[in-house]
């Protein structure tokens, strides 16, 4: 046994073709490797083409303050969302919830102060903090009752939802503009007409964008940074082996969907500042859907253990860029959707592909 | 046969670590039955048995990925209980898994420190301090003389011996009482498995780590191990030392029959011809 052995190593040493990785040699190798290395490059050169496209289709329509204004608000709301998933399907987890979450913390912002009187300030906060209780139910249902998350998140949307138009007659509930709350949070002071770009009321246009963006900051340096993050991609890459290891898995995917519960309730917040009102049947399964869309093309895995905030938020803006640019092109909105998922699939095909080219080491 | 000289275990060695009539079941299945074994300090202990003999459930209840059923650890002469993985790691005992428990998606030196990271403060933030556990991972790896690309490679892009050898250096990095391997020459090769035995022998040497291997190669285990436990449908039917018994012995054991009685049987007909 042993002396067949020892030829066997002779032979692994005369093996002259060089094993192990292989650097890449042709231009479409070196093109895969920087995107299996930088997923955020594929997705921000196919947003830039996008924004090329309807710019020159438009005669110059998209790169507008009032245009981009929008494009960027539904960037921001969906970003927001979509980067409250990221986390979560790291950890090969998914809550389809997010907006019942969505509605729910606004409503609740809206109908304390409607019927009690309270600062919104509060009520944001509370609306908030019963959007991250949301995560720990959905947390604790999925990892006490070992009920999929696909599950578990579909019963508490629908719970929600429901909720959420029962308490109050689904009225819609105008909220009152307190200063400086709605000015901070995203209510658009802006006037193309008489202000400028780089002026207070020129910020307030992009308050939410710029909420998402300190969001995604926050979210990639607990990711990358944090022990929390290590153990939340080794939860999703390999559950058994990081529980092996001494990774509380159980505890890391409830603070996930935690999170994910908060970033939804914010978003809601944000959503409700811009419109002054509280809309019970707010975001709708279609707005978890598109946010996921966006996560996913991205450059988040949908079987956890890797994704990225910055690729989430550059996904929502391309989804933002295809609904809005081809209404803008006179496009129905439905055949927007069309784009939209033949996008998704491109995405996700791309996505599979570099992950396979990984794992052959080819790249 | 390769010799590597095995200095003779002193039989004043205290008891580090007792596991006494350990039971579990999985529901319909019964996995341990009533099982003791002892491990002196600097022993080197093989655990042998056919595939669903007890062998990986008993060394997770060590580690504390499982809980016993019934039953009581004892380390140190003190008592102890794990609830997670994380307790027994805080206690010394260190496993590597058959799976190897690394994480593909993340970088060596991450999965070197994984349960255990270093961190430094910034703006009163936690932060992790990756450059320092870098260079230690490094450092680390090149004193065992363990050859990987790079300690920045994510792990899947490793081979399986660099894996095994990864996770072997990662048990040993906190200097434990216990080491516990399951499989550890599984995904190796001849040289990177003699390297594993040979780091074995030095802990033992140096640092008078006692360890737990589960081998299914009997030489190896006559290589290098002081005492066998043989485990059988989840109880253990031979302890015996290295020196009492043979490969050959051991390997008519497991040939004379599956039965419980016949192994029990056969194994204490060798222990008494030994005694004689």
């Known amino acids: 046994m042993h002396a067949t052995r020892d030829v066997d190593t002779s032979k692994v040493g005369a093996e002259k073709p060089a094993v192990g990785i292989k650097a890449p040699a042709t231009f479409w190798e070196k093109v895969l490797f920087v995107l299996s290395r930088h997923r955020e490059t594929s997705i921000a050169v196919i947003a830039l083409i996008l924004v090329i496209y309807f710019q020159v289709g438009s005669n110059g329509g998209f790169l507008t303050v009032q245009f981009l204004g929008v494009v960027l608000r539904d960037t ?148 990358h940074r944090t022990t929390f993050g290590l153990h939340t991609i080794a939860t999703g890459s390999n559950l058994v082996g990081a529980r092996e290891i001494g990774v509380r898995t159980d505890r890391i995917k409830v603070y996930n969907f935690m999170i994910a519960g908060g970033c939804a309730g914010f978003a809601g917040i944000l959503n409700t500042c811009q419109f002054s009102s509280a809309d019970p049947a707010a975001g709708g399964p279609f707005l978890t859907l598109q946010a996921i869309a966006a996560a996913v093309i991205g450059g988040t895995s949908l079987l956890g253990g890797s994704g990225t905030a910055v690729g989430a938020l550059i996904g929502a803006f391309v989804v933002a860029t295809l609904n809005n640019g081809l209404v803008m092109m006179g496009a129905q909105a439905t055949v927007s959707d069309i784009y939209l998922g033949a996008g998704i699939l491109a995405a996700m095909i791309l996505n599979v592909q570099v992950d396979r080219l990984r794992a052959r080491r080819r790249i | 046969m390769s010799s590597l000289v095995i200095p003779p275990l002193s039989s004043d060695n205290p008891v580090i670590l007792e596991m006494r009539h350990i039971s579990k079941t999985f529901g319909a299945v019964t996995a341990l039955v009533d099982v003791s074994i002892q491990l002196r300090q600097g022993e080197v202990l093989a655990l ?55 994480i ?173």
């Not at chain 1, 300030?121 to 009920?147: C, E, K, M, P, S």
């Not at chain 2, 790896?141 to 300690?151: A, K, Q, R, Y």
């Not at chain 2, 022998?201 to 290589?223: A, D, G, K, P």
Request: with cysteine; net charge neutral; hydrophobic share 45%.
């Open chain 1, 76 to 223: 921001s709301r969906l970003g927001l969302i979509a980067v409250a998933e990221v986390m979560l399907m790291i950890t090969g987890e998914i809550d389809l919830s997010v907006s019942g979450t969505f509605a729910l913390a606004p409503y609740i912002m809206a109908l304390m102060s409607a019927v009690w009187g309270t600062p919104l300030a509060l009520g944001a906060l509370v609306g908030v903090g019963i959007a991250v209780l949301v995560g720990v139910f959905n947390g604790l249902i999925t990892v006490r009752f070992r009920v999929p998350s696909l599950i578990t998140t579909v019963g508490t949307l629908f719970l929600l939802q429901g909720f959420v138009v029962s308490i109050y007659n689904s009225q819609p509930i105008v909220t009152p503009v307190q200063e400086p709350f709605n000015f901070i949070f995203g209510e658009s002071l802006f006037d193309p007409r008489g202000d400028s770009l780089f002026s207070w009321h020129g910020v307030t246009a992009f308050s939410p964008l710029l909420w998402t963006v300190l969001v995604i900051v926050a979210i990639t340096v607990v990711l």
């Open chain 2, 48 to 102: 042998v048995g056919d595939n669903g003999a007890g062998k990986s459930t008993l060394i997770k209840i060590l580690s504390g990925f499982h809980q016993p059923d019934a039953g009581t650890i004892v380390l140190n002469g003190k008592e102890v209980h794990f609830g997670s993985p994380r307790d027994a790691r805080a206690h010394g005992i260190e496993t590597v898994y058959q799976d190897l428990a690394l």
């Open chain 2, 104 to 276: 593909g998606d993340l970088t060596v030196y991450h999965n070197m420190f994984m349960g255990r990271e270093y961190h430094k403060r910034i703006l009163g933030m936690k932060l992790l301090d990756n450059p320092k556990m870098r260079d230690l991972a490094k450092n680390y790896l090149d004193t065992l003389g363990i050859n990987i690309p790079s300690v920045n490679s994510k792990v899947e892009l490793l081979s399986g011996g660099q894996r095994q050898s990864v996770a072997v250096a990662r048990s040993i990095y906190s200097s434990p009482k216990v080491l516990v391997l399951d499989e550890p020459l599984a995904a190796l090769g001849v040289r990177e498995g003699a390297n594993v035995l040979g780091l074995i022998q030095n802990l033992r040497r140096e640092r008078q780590v006692s360890t737990i291997l589960i081998v299914h190669s009997y030489n190896q285990v006559f290589e290098v191990c002081d005492r066998i436990n043989f485990l059988h449908s989840g109880e253990i039917v031979l302890d015996a030392s290295t020196s009492e018994t043979s490969e050959e012995e051991l390997i008519r054991i497991v040939k004379s029959g599956l039965g419980r009685e016949a192994i029990a049987a056969a194994a204490r007909r060798i222990a008494s011809s030994k005694s004689e």
